[in-house]
């Protein structure tokens, strides 16, 4: 299977992160490969700085899933926001890029207020 497109990854991670205790990106690569059944050749493929891509999608998934209010910022283990628990009662399919921008703004708007 290839790998995931990155936000394929946020309503899983989204839900690892809400149900698990998770305390690094690397604990959530570990479970999230075998959800997305990753085979080695897989996880194998590297981004241009040589790190793992899908390590990175994940690192990356996490930092919009923050942004968008859906997990607390600089805390370990991870956890969901209220926010977030009121968006998984509505068990979405997924959470698009196209969601998260709007969460985004949304946090934004409330920051600023």
């Known amino acids: 299977m290839p790998l ?3 936000d394929d990854i946020h309503l899983p991670l989204l839900k690892l992160i809400h149900y698990n205790s998770i305390s690094s990106i690397k604990d ?3 479970k999230l490969e075998r959800e ?3 085979t080695e ?4 493929e590297k981004v241009q700085s040589d790190v ?11 930092k919009r899933l923050t942004d968008a209010g859906l997990l607390f910022r600089g805390v370990k283990p ?9 968006l998984l009662r509505k068990k979405p399919k997924k959470i698009s890029n196209s969601d ?3 969460m ?3 946090a934004e708007t409330k920051k600023s207020n």
């Open 78 to 86: 991870y956890r969901s926001t209220d926010e977030a628990k009121r």
């Open 4 to 6: 995931p497109k990155y």
């Open 41 to 44: 050749e897989d996880l194998s």
């Open 100 to 102: 998260i921008n709007t």
């Open 104 to 106: 985004i703004k949304k």
């Open 28 to 30: 959530a690569v570990i």
């Open 36 to 38: 997305f059944d990753l």
């Open 52 to 62: 793992n891509k899908f390590y990175s999608q994940v690192n990356f998934s996490k």
